[in-house]
């Protein structure tokens, strides 16, 4: 387990809280296994009714997947990279697929794989300061944690 991903429940609610800040909580392969043991231990679990997955600081919910990990592995052999984006994308499927209600409190920036792990919830709660962004492109990877289908059919701010 990794204390870059805290876990609990109360209250009925298994919580999930990215715990990365200094980092603008940039995903890892630790912090996606983490999440993934958490959510399948809950869905068995018939005290958990739900999950809120949010984050500790003020800086922005996820910056995506940790860029800087990703091209050190990609200067050799490319397996972390390619574990990391195992994980994510296994994290992704089981978040659509979840059985229980998901809730994602999302302030400040969200970028790749932070769209990953908030588009899926039943319930994204955003603030003035939430901005959704997939940057991949820009470096050369593609945008495949769903953004591309999912952002374009959100609904308009009421």
């Known amino acids: 387990m990794t204390d870059e991903i805290l876990t609990h429940v109360e209250h009925g609610v298994g919580r999930i809280t990215l715990n990365r800040p200094k980092a603008l909580h940039a995903l890892n392969r630790a912090m996606c296994e983490a999440m993934l043991a958490a959510l399948l231990a809950w869905r068995e679990d018939d005290r958990v009714t739900s999950i809120l997955i949010d984050h500790a ?29 195992y994980a994510e994308y296994r994290l992704n499927h089981l978040l659509f697929e979840y ?60």
């Open 57 to 85: 600081g003020e800086r922005g919910f996820c910056a995506g997947g940790d860029i800087r990990m990703l091209a050190e592995s990609g200067r050799t052999d490319g397996v972390d990279a390619r574990a990391f984006f």
């Open 99 to 158: 059985p229980k209600p998901v809730t994602a409190i999302i302030d400040g920036i969200v970028m790749g794989g932070g769209v990953g792990i908030s588009l899926p919830a039943k319930v994204r709660i955003a603030t003035e300061r939430t901005t959704f962004a997939m940057p991949e492109t820009g470096i050369g990877l593609f945008p495949d944690v769903g953004g591309g289908w999912f952002l374009p059919r959100l609904p308009e701010p009421e």
